[in-house]
């Protein structure tokens, strides 16, 4: 019978011409009849505006969202927005998040008048006791070639604050990081587009300031700047990302946030294939450090720009919960009004369905966890016959650069994570407890 080859999803995202050869092909296609459509997209909201998401889940769970729609999609599937507002109070949330935003910018603009100029910088604008630079690069970047009195400016500006010498000394990062991230794509060859991904960054590293700026956050930032023209939108966006992934980045004295999920993830390979886990410690490598790019930026180093939305959009379905929205603004009022409140599992994802059924026998991780886990069973065989030592596994697991699917990725997380949850409940009591333990570190 003959199959709807689909439209190569490259398209939506020109490759500069001479990055071409290097960069690998997409294999997510658009299709009729899979990808959520436009048509589809409009016909799940009621005339008033109410959003049955069920309509729209598995959709995006086997086929993706079309890119002419995916950045609104986002907001949905990340918890920009209730699926159950209406069009006009969508509308008043979204002027007074930008306005919000407006009011942040400014403030960072004050403290340093590169924010929202079109310019960034890369090297370093104060030294670590908080006193102006004398780097002639950042200087140029800064003044041009007209500078002013350095020390006078510096005097007139008055004192900073810890927070703000810690702000100021991450911004030159986030330069180096935004002039490096995704630059095989055309639509970074527009210096506009570099410094709103530096604006953007720039504000949330003042937003959020337990976790500031991390390595890892351009690559998970630079996919929205695309997909949402307005710059406010585009910054809650990437706000919503960071509510499911700041634990990763975040930093103590004691501890780096990714190790809770890189612990988690030993757990789930012990419990699922004690083989591995097993040869992986006797390399040196049961602390699964060479998993951590995989959690930072969810896979975008793995597969092709087009891939990577694709593999997080199926994620993101798969694990979609209804009270998302109103979790995260009753996290943001101090508020705990959602809690207790049953949900339809019609509108859940088919993972956020499996942890519901489990109930509270095992500490739900998030999909991510099960993916990276389905990558390292798929290549189990081949990790326990060939490597010799952690520089054996990096190689291995760079192997399957450009060559994952992304749509199987996702199934196999979803199988893995049923087989684990039968596992663990069928396993005696101090193991249950252990992952809690693991979860909650």
Not at 254 to 261: F, L, P, R
Not at 404 to 427: E, F, M, Q, R
């Amino acid at each position: 019978m003959w199959r709807d080859p689909g439209i190569p999803a490259d398209s939506y995202y020109e490759v500069r011409p001479e990055c071409a050869a290097s960069v690998p092909q997409s294999k997510f296609r658009i299709k009729t009849g899979k990808t959520l459509s436009i048509r589809k997209w409009n016909a799940a909201f009621s005339p008033e505006g109410h959003l049955d998401i069920s309509k729209i889940l598995e959709r995006i769970q086997h086929g993706g969202v079309h890119p002419s729609i995916r950045g609104e999609v986002w907001e949905f599937l990340l918890g920009s927005f209730d699926p159950h507002s209406t069009y006009d109070e969508r509308e008043q949330t979204r002027e007074s998040r930008r306005v919000k935003y407006e009011i942040l910018k400014q403030l960072c603009k004050k403290m340093f008048s590169l924010i929202g100029s079109g310019r960034y910088v890369t090297a370093p604008i104060i030294t670590e006791i908080g006193e102006p630079t004398q780097d002639p690069i950042a200087i140029s970047q800064i003044y041009g070639d007209s500078p002013p009195d350095l020390q006078k400016q510096a005097l007139e500006d008055g004192p900073m604050d810890k927070r703000e010498i810690e702000w100021k000394l991450t911004l030159h990062q986030i330069g180096l990081d935004v002039v490096r991230t995704d630059r095989t794509l055309m639509f970074y060859e527009k210096e506009e587009n570099l410094s709103r991904l530096w604006d953007i960054l720039s504000v949330y590293a003042w937003y959020d300031a337990d976790v500031g700026y991390c390595q890892g956050m351009s690559d998970l930032c630079s996919p929205i700047i695309m997909l949402l023209d307005n710059e406010a939108d585009a910054f809650w966006c990437f706000e919503r990302v960071m509510r499911k992934l700041r634990g990763n980045f975040k930093c103590t004295e004691k501890s780096v946030g990714v190790e809770s999920q890189l612990c988690n993830l030993a757990t789930v390979i012990k419990v699922i294939d004690p083989k591995l886990h097993q040869h992986l410690e006797t390399l040196g490598g049961g602390d699964y450090l060479f998993a951590v790019r995989m959690l930072m930026v969810l896979f975008r180093r793995e597969f092709s720009f087009a891939d990577s939305l694709y593999l997080w959009e199926m994620m993101w379905a798969l694990e979609y919960d209804p009270d998302l929205f109103a979790t995260y603004e009753d996290e943001g009022e101090g508020r705990d009004g959602n809690k207790g409140k049953a949900k339809s599992k019609r509108q859940c994802g088919k993972f956020e369905r499996e942890n519901m059924r489990n109930g509270t026998a095992v500490a739900p991780l998030p999909i991510s966890v099960f993916l990276v886990a389905s990558v390292l069973k798929e290549k189990s065989a081949k990790l326990q016959a060939e490597a010799r030592g952690l520089d054996d596994v990096v190689t291995i697991l760079n192997d399957i650069t450009g060559n994952i699917d992304a749509k199987k990725a996702c199934a196999g997380a979803v199988k893995l994570h049923k087989k684990y949850l039968k596992k663990v409940k069928a396993g005696d009591g101090g193991q249950k407890f252990s992952l809690f333990v693991a979860f909650a570190k």
